[in-house]
């Protein structure tokens, strides 16, 4: 069973908008992962944040992380057609051991 | 350097077939991991192999089953398939120590399974 909520399910914007995809989760955590999946295949890792960091910054990647509401956030700026793929959240316990969230599907038209 | 690679990358089987998946983690990792992406079901953890043991187990049936060989690359086996076996079985490897508990996994393409 999956350990987190993300919403949107689906979101469709133009590109040069940005884009924000929001996680819930239920237990304590070591780190929270964020990854990307273009049309079903492999995942591909954007940025890991630790449990006791709150911002990472990664290129056009901001991600947020408040243990006490046990909630992340993905803000994707500037976006562009590329960056439509689903986007998934991920936490890990031990290891990389992840649970995943059900996954937000990003639209980006041009 | 060559990423996580797995083989092959569709698969079709007959329900009550067993099938056999391979994956080799990219070059000095230890640690591999399956996960199961059904429609409709997500993201699932299967398994979890480290230095040739199993390390942990996600909820599933036990004719889902696999090891680590020596090289530390992996095989996932599904016996007596079954139709809701239909998934993508991505693999993911990482390196696992003292020092490196929060370490990200990378992830291969993944094998397609249909179960007919």
């Known amino acids: 069973s999956q350990q987190g909520e993300e919403d949107p399910q689906a979101l469709s914007i133009q590109e040069g908008e940005n884009a924000t995809m929001n996680c819930s989760y239920k237990?304590?955590?070591?780190?929270l992962q964020w990854y990307r999946q273009n049309s079903g295949r492999g995942l591909v890792h954007l940025i890991l944040?630790?449990?006791?960091?709150r911002e990472k910054h990664s290129g056009r990647l901001r991600v947020t992380l408040d243990t006490s509401k046990k909630s992340s956030s993905l803000l994707i700026t500037a976006s562009r057609a590329a960056d439509t793929a689903s986007y998934f959240c991920?936490?890990?316990?031990?290891?990389?051991?992840?649970?995943f969230g059900a996954g937000t599907i990003l639209r980006v038209k041009s | 350097e060559a990423g996580v690679t797995q083989s092959p990358t569709h698969l079709i089987k007959t329900r009550g077939q067993q099938a056999t998946l391979r994956c080799s983690p990219i070059?000095?990792?230890?640690?591999v991991y399956w996960y199961q992406q059904a429609l409709g079901l997500g993201l699932q953890f299967l398994l979890w192999?480290?230095?040739?043991?199993?390390?942990n187990r996600g909820n599933f049936p036990p004719r889902f089953s696999g090891r680590q060989f020596p090289n530390y690359s992996s095989e996932l086996n599904v016996n007596a398939l079954e139709l809701e076996d239909s998934a993508l079985y991505l693999c993911?490897?990482?390196?696992?120590?003292?020092?490196?508990?929060?370490?990200?996994?990378?992830f291969g393409q993944g094998t397609r399974l249909t179960v007919v």
């Open positions: 070059s000095g990792h230890t640690s």
């Open positions: 993911a490897s990482s390196l696992l120590t003292q020092s490196t508990v929060n370490t990200e996994a990378f």
């Open positions: 944040i630790r449990s006791n960091e």
């Open positions: 991920a936490t890990a316990k031990y290891g990389n051991k992840l649970v």
């Open positions: 192999y480290d230095e040739g043991e199993e390390r």
């Open positions: 237990t304590s955590i070591n780190n």
